[in-house]
């Protein structure tokens, strides 16, 4: 059976924020001139995360045993965004974090990186078999819409599912914003185009040819 359209964007995903995630775990990573690359595998992750549980938690929800799956999830999510911030507190040198091994925490990002891509992958493909085309194409849609506008930081102590979820993650956008642009963080203006703009998910979603550079 042919992948959805859903498993190929989290795929493309996956694939992303491992590359977002590449210079962080260089030596020189907390060098400052480097710090925004840090800062942009950080928002990156958070805004996924933040989207893929406003869109896609409520129709896990619905399949069998979704309360499991849903928690299995989201326990995941808090851990990973737990250690994102400790990864971005120790390389702006944060006293509450500086006592952890940069390594172990790396580590372990990478750890529930990988079970974090293994939830999605198994998740979409459920999906995939219980929702028609044109229902699997709306979700991945709604998601791709969700990430622009999600929060660009973790806040793992917040709600994150359920009426609660979606409002927090509107609230913690709007501060997000704030924070960023009066620091100068996570997007450097040397970067004018937003990772996910004019990605390969658009064309996933509507069909059109990849550049030979997307490929």
Excluded at 122 to 149: C, H, P
Aim: aromatic letters at 6%; zero cysteines.
């Amino acid at each position: 059976m042919a992948a959805s359209t859903l498993e190929m964007a989290l795929s493309y995903e996956h694939e992303r924020i491992r590359e977002l995630a590449e210079p962080a775990h260089h030596p020189a990573a907390a060098h400052p001139d480097r710090r925004h690359q840090t800062d942009w595998f950080y928002a990156i992750a958070a805004q996924h995360l933040a989207a893929a549980e406003d869109v896609l938690l409520p129709r896990i929800r619905q399949l069998p045993d979704g309360a499991e799956l849903v928690a299995r999830y989201v326990g995941n999510a808090k851990d990973l965004e737990r250690s994102l911030r400790f990864l971005k507190g120790r390389q702006y040198g944060d006293s509450r974090v500086l006592h952890l091994n940069p390594h172990d925490v790396l580590r372990t990002i990478d750890r529930l990186l990988t079970e974090h891509e293994r939830l999605e992958s198994d998740y979409s493909r459920q999906l995939g078999e219980r929702l028609d085309a044109t229902e699997v194409n709306a979700l991945t849609e709604q998601l791709v819409e969700a990430e622009e506008v999600a929060p660009t930081r973790a806040h793992p102590n917040s709600p994150h599912t359920g009426r609660a979820g979606r409002l927090a993650h509107r609230m913690w956008r709007v501060a997000d914003n704030a924070w960023d642009s009066a620091e100068g963080r996570v997007v450097p203006t040397k970067y004018h185009v937003h990772p996910k703009r004019n990605s390969a998910l658009s064309h996933y979603l509507y069909g059109t040819a990849m550049p030979p550079a997307e490929k």
